[in-house]
């Protein structure tokens, strides 16, 4: 499976960044999608996550109330909308696809990773 995400870039605190990721070579809407970021020292810490069908969004607290994580199965990818964001969301994002049907907070569930697309927050 290939994933690639983009839609990073730098922003203003208090502004908007949509991100998506696009899945090919592997049966996608068959299994969840998650979306991680890491910062600079920091360790991979999860964002959002949504099941195979698209109607179970999980969130991390962090950011809930202010990101949307949706699919469409029909165009093999997933997106990330994030509002209000915030000078510490500040990283890189990941999108990765889930062994199983469901989304998950925890690195170990997925199996294939995007490379990352950076976004940035300015204070």
């Known amino acids: 499976v290939q994933l690639q995400a983009c839609g990073g870039g730098l922003v203003q605190a208090g502004g908007s960044l949509s991100l998506s990721c696009a899945a090919s070579g592997r049966t996608f809407s068959n299994n969840g999608m998650g979306w991680f970021r890491q910062a600079p020292g920091k360790e991979r810490e999860f964002v959002g996550a949504?099941?195979?069908?698209?109607?179970?969004?999980i969130y991390a607290d962090s950011v809930k109330g202010r990101f949307t994580i949706s699919r469409d199965n029909a165009k093999n990818t997933v997106y990330l909308q994030m509002n209000s964001l915030k000078p510490e969301d500040t990283a890189v994002y990941y999108c990765?696809?889930?062994?199983?049907?469901?989304?998950?907070?925890?690195?170990?569930?997925?199996?294939?990773w995007g490379q990352g697309t950076q976004v940035t927050v300015s204070s």
């Open positions: 990765a696809n889930a062994r199983g049907a469901l989304g998950s907070p925890h690195t170990y569930d997925y199996v294939y």
């Open positions: 949504i099941n195979w069908r698209g109607n179970v969004p």
